[in-house]
């Protein structure tokens, strides 16, 4: 079974600095990785997507992407309580065409 | 940008009835579209891919006939929760793949039954 995997957490980083969240996947042809926030109790919200390894940036947040290493992560800079929430990784594995999730990881930034 | 929206947000319904969950895409047609079951604190998991005038597929072990999929136009898609049962309470969540290429999602139907 191809699979996403994700530390749960939580990731507790102060406000301001820079938050660093990993995912590691097995299927190694997958070509889309997503990343999900999703808050207590509401449906996930996009925050990127990145399809070529390296970087890929959109105002204070960073994709990386090692298709190499089977491996992605999403930097926050400057994050800010309101970034508190669970991060979902997601990808797109070939021959499929919804997207699997990891666990998703638990971020707290404290004030 | 792409907005899916999911009616109602909330149900609770008696063990035994069925329930239908409705899932919209406003601004751009979805031939296909995504059913999603979330329990608490964890991950969300697929349960059936919704294809526009055609059959839904489902994934391993979730029962089709309880949960029934129907796909009529490219901007609607229904799943109706068959005689539920309290371990049917979930968080049910669709999901479009819009023009962009990103996957939306609809806001989500808590669903408890009694």
């Known amino acids: 079974q191809k699979e996403v995997e994700q530390n749960s957490g939580p990731l507790s980083v102060p406000e301001g600095a820079i938050a660093s969240l990993n995912c590691t996947y097995s299927?190694?042809?997958?070509?889309?990785f997503f990343w999900y926030r999703q808050y207590s109790g509401k449906s996930p919200e996009l925050i990127m997507f990145?399809?070529?390894?390296g970087d890929k940036e959109d105002g204070r947040f960073t994709a990386q992407l090692n298709k190499a290493s089977q491996y992605v992560s999403l930097l926050i800079r400057d994050s800010q309580p309101s970034d508190s929430a669970t991060y979902l990784c997601?990808?797109?594995?070939?021959?499929?065409?919804?997207?699997?999730f990891g666990s998703g990881t638990r971020l707290q930034v404290q004030p | 940008g792409a907005v899916v929206s999911q009616h109602p947000s909330r149900v609770i319904c008696k063990s035994g009835t069925s329930v239908k969950i409705e899932c919209r895409s406003l601004?751009?047609?979805?031939?296909?579209m995504f059913w999603y079951r979330q329990f608490p604190k964890q991950s969300l998991m697929l349960m059936a891919t919704?294809?526009?005038?055609?059959?839904?597929?489902?994934e391993q072990g979730v029962e089709k006939d309880k949960f029934l999929i129907n796909h009529a136009s490219l901007t609607l898609s229904t799943l109706t929760v068959t005689s539920a049962h309290p371990e049917d309470s979930s968080f049910y969540i669709c999901?479009?793949?819009?023009?962009?290429?990103?996957?939306?999602f609809g806001s989500g139907t808590r669903l408890t039954v009694v």
């Open positions: 999901s479009a793949r819009d023009r962009m290429g990103g996957y939306t």
């Open positions: 299927d190694r042809g997958s070509q889309s």
């Open positions: 990145i399809y070529s390894n």
């Open positions: 997601a990808v797109k594995d070939t021959g499929r065409r919804a997207l699997t």
């Open positions: 601004d751009f047609q979805a031939t296909t």
């Open positions: 919704s294809n526009e005038g055609s059959k839904a597929t489902y």
